[in-house]
């Protein structure tokens, strides 16, 4: 493959029939665009209007974001002149464009005092051409998804706005491009795998939080997956997802006979018994919204003991909140990521993303996805029938070869063809963060990680050479709306 390389061009919408506990997708975004246009591009043949809930504000807090420069510009701006509009920002450049707008690097156009300029990636959408389109439900749906999330490896919305027939989205601006176009830096056009790993966790997590949220993504692939200034990772481009109910549940897991007699010789590993404890509400934010005083959060560690053969062992207890309801029969995805039951027109579930998962971590360590075909129709036929293999590469030590067996081995629990038996598709992440391949990784401290690289371009887009700034002139000047923007 080359950078330059399409693995499939977008087809037309269609309507389908889903479930009741599908919400309408909303079509192609700007986020994927962020590192100069995607390579491959998503299908989408889905489910069509229904009502959307409304639209988070710029007003909510984001405690991800709360004492960074780019969110507190963005609140004093919105203090100071009571609102966030098109005539405070100043439009740098397009970066990309999607199915449904185009992307703009920007900045605030008069520079807050005490914080540095920052950058912001605004997406320009067309509200006029959308409704043309049968596209601006889909759009309402994205934007809403965006406001929701509050995560360190999900973008932020900094604001909404719309002047004249556009609707505008500022958010991050990441100037590491995304995972593919890093693959292709790499020798052999592929990652280590130490750097697999790095990027398959931070995926992970932002993963558990979509489903915890009630978010079935759907699109997972490396060219929906930015790098960040500080070389982590934000998952972005949610025109494919569909929400659901999740319902929380505390899992125990007791310790076998054969674990206890293990302790007993200092054996780390033992094969836990489960069961689910009384479950909880359903999840709406990890966060709350509200700015009223809050009473003092007590944090309560729920642990038990139990007595086997004179042998004392604490219960481990963890949270899952896995949509394993959510259906849906729309036909979505990336033909190389597409999972079986996709295809099938069975309906899926939040299992899918487990399988786009495999292939991603498949892909970032062979270069290549594992069902590629000849054309989109042989890559669907060898989802469904062709078995898992894996071509040879070259290993430096026996310690690496033993990573790439494990790695190996989640793979194929990822892709297996039946959902109900895929890793994850009962308890979520929590079992695919068991898995010996993230033996080692602290997911707690996963953010003070060191990255396995980070932007190197980030100094030309803080050149004043390729960015003047604005005369006091040009800055005093009424903001004029351009009659179009430069959209297709």
Known sequence: MTTKATRDEPLPDYDSSSSSTTVPDSSRSWMSNLSFGSRRSSISISSSVADTASICSTARMKPHKANQAAWQAIKRLQRATGRVGLDHFRLLRRLGSGDIGNVYLCQIRNPVVGLPQCFYAMKVVDKEALAIRNKLQRAEMEKEILGMLDHPFLPTLYAEFEASHYS?????????????????????????????????????????YLHMMGIVYRDLKPENVLVREDGHIMLSDFDLSFKCDVVPKLLRSKPSLEAIVLHKNETTSFAPLTFCATPLHPVLSCFSSSN??????????????????????????????????????SFVGTHEYLAPEVISGQGHGSAVDWWTLGVFLYEMLYGRTPFKGENNEKTLINILKQPLTFPRIGVNSSKEFEEMLKLQDLVGKLLVKNPKRRIGSLKGSVEIKRHEFFKGVNWALIRSVKPPESPSDLCRFRSRAHIPMLSKKERQEPYQIPSHFEYF
């Open 168 to 208: 505008c989205l500022v958010t991050e601006y990441c100037p590491g491009g995304d995972l593919y176009a890093a693959r292709q830096r790499q020798p052999w056009k592929r990652f280590s795998i130490s750097s697999a790993k790095f990027y398959a966790a931070e995926t992970l997590l932002a993963l558990e």
């Open 292 to 329: 009223k005083k809050r009473k003092p959060r007590i944090t309560t560690t729920i642990r038990e003991q139990i007595d086997r053969q004179g042998y004392d062992e604490e219960v481990d207890t963890e949270l899952v909140a896995e949509p394993i309801s959510a259906r849906s029969k």
